[in-house]
């Protein structure tokens, strides 16, 4: 008898899954990509609406590999441009620099004292990086100023639960250091040294984000879109589709937000499940508008801590590239955290934003709106709470122990960039070639 052949069933077709894909097609490796939307590219999308180009919020190329970048630059060529960030914070009626805690330049001058004098005895009087949850490094590295007028209350309203209840291991690259020396240039120029993971980025000169996922899924020959995975039967090894219709594989691998993952295995022990409830996670409301107002700003994004704001995070497509927007205008998103079920009519949410920039000193009216798309994300964000590590290792080890690997952003229940979801599904398919 024949040994069976080796068939890789990939579950959805954003960054990982495709570059799965990729690997494996180089390789001839025999495997089947399974994507439940009618096209790739997961939360790496682009939507165009009356001559606007409207990303999944911001979607913004970062390399620290230079593999990576050589790929990416290889499937887009001629087309990435790199931008120096002009990133910006909204907050007590003005504006300063991002990173907060390198840039204070701009706010009242209380609270500049304040967060300086905080800071420093912060630094005197506690080990730097005491703490365990996020609140109590951010009180004990920064001091009361630092975080009372910026990190609390901006992650309270993005994550949607009191910082107290974050871990540190989501942090890394996204949360920029400072030095007494670093906090006060920072408090006395309009022009500091950027720092940070993104203080450059690349991003496409045409064609939105969503030309990195369709130049990965070019030539693939293995791709179906329109098929969602409804059922995991771990005896059978197979998958079942929502149209009825399924596939056997001898090697799954699984892009597909975790929680989703689960719902589908059968047989399932009710304690998996347990413990795919209690991973937690914020959907975001991706609120993009086209306005009829020529250069409204050269600002990239702004972040925006006050909690009478409906957004945390205001960006500027048309700052990132020209071709997103019709010659004369301006484009807009804003990003709304929410858990649940999120509830909301058009033209309220619409207002809703317009009077956020209005309040922020933007002079724009509803009669300026040309174009509006609003994109519902749910399972936008992993929130890094205290029981997300003992949940991940216990699905971990049932899901190594029936031949499931579970990879990338929402796969890994984790925080990752564009490079490291691609990374992570060339070695998912790595891992296979070696078998």
Same mark, same amino acid.
């Given at each position: ?20 894909a ?37 979607h ?20 990435l ?67 009372e ?77 329109g ?15 929502a ?6 594989y ?5 892009t597909?937000p975790?929680? $989703? &993952? ?5 047989? !399932?022990?009710?304690?998996?499940? %347990?413990?795919?409830? +209690?991973?937690? =996670?914020? /959907? ?29 995070r ?31 009519e ?6 809703d ?20 798309n ?16 003992? $949940? &991940? ?5 049932? !899901?190594?122990?029936?031949?499931? %690997?579970?990879?990338? +952003?929402?796969? =890994?229940? /984790?925080?990752?960039s ?18």
């Amino acid at each position: 008898m024949s040994a069976r052949r080796h068939v890789a069933v990939i579950l959805g077709g954003g960054l990982t899954g495709l570059c799965a894909a990729q690997r494996l097609e180089r390789e001839g490796f025999d495997y089947r990509l399974f994507e439940a939307e009618d096209r790739v590219g997961g939360l790496c999308r682009s939507e165009k609406v009356d001559g606007f180009t409207f990303d999944y919020t911001g979607h913004l190329l970062h390399f620290t590999d230079i593999r990576v970048e050589e790929f990416v630059r290889g499937l887009v060529p001629r087309n990435l441009v790199r931008h120096k960030r002009k990133a910006w914070i909204y907050t007590n009626g003005s504006y300063t620099r991002y990173p907060f805690q390198r840039n204070l330049f701009g706010l009242p001058d209380e609270l500049v004292k304040e967060c300086i004098l905080e800071y420093v005895e912060a630094q005197l009087d506690t080990p730097r990086g005491a703490g365990r949850d996020f609140q109590s490094w951010v009180l004990r590295t920064f001091g009361s100023g630092i975080a009372e007028h910026f990190m609390i209350p901006y992650n309270r309203k993005l994550w949607l639960t009191e910082p107290d209840n974050l871990t540190l291991d989501w942090m890394g690259r996204f949360v920029p250091d400072t030095s007494p020396v670093d906090i006060i240039k920072g408090a006395f120029s309009s022009d500091p040294e950027e720092v940070g993971y993104n203080a450059t980025f690349l991003y496409p000169e045409t064609g939105g984000i969503e030309i990195l996922p369709n130049s990965l899924a070019a030539g693939l020959s293995g791709v179906m879109c329109g098929s969602k995975a409804v059922g995991v039967d771990l005896r059978d090894r197979a998958v079942h589709f929502a149209d009825g219709s399924s596939c056997r594989y001898t090697h799954l691998l699984s892009t597909i937000p975790l929680p $989703c &993952l689960l719902s589908c295995i059968d047989p !399932l022990p009710g304690a998996l499940q %347990r413990l795919g409830e +209690r991973l937690s =996670s914020v /959907s975001v409301l991706d609120v993009n508008l086209g306005l009829d107002i020529d250069g409204l700003t050269e600002k990239h994004w702004i972040y925006v801590p006050d909690p009478a704001v409906p957004y945390y995070r205001l960006g500027f497509p048309s700052s990132f590239s020209s071709s997103l927007a019709p010659g004369g205008t301006t484009s807009v998103y804003a990003e709304i955290s929410y858990r649940g079920v999120k509830r909301w009519e058009e033209e309220q949410i619409v207002r809703d934003v317009i009077g956020g920039m209005r309040g922020m000193g933007f002079s724009v009216s509803r009669s300026d709106v040309l174009a509006v798309n609003i994109i519902d994300m749910t399972h936008a964000y992993v929130v890094y709470d205290f029981d997300r590590e003992e $949940c &991940l290792k216990e699905i971990g080890r049932f !899901l190594d122990a029936n031949g499931i %690997r579970s990879v990338g +952003r929402f796969g =890994s229940w /984790s925080y990752l960039s564009m490079e490291e979801s691609m990374r992570e599904g060339f070695a998912a398919a790595e891992s296979l070639l070696q078998v």
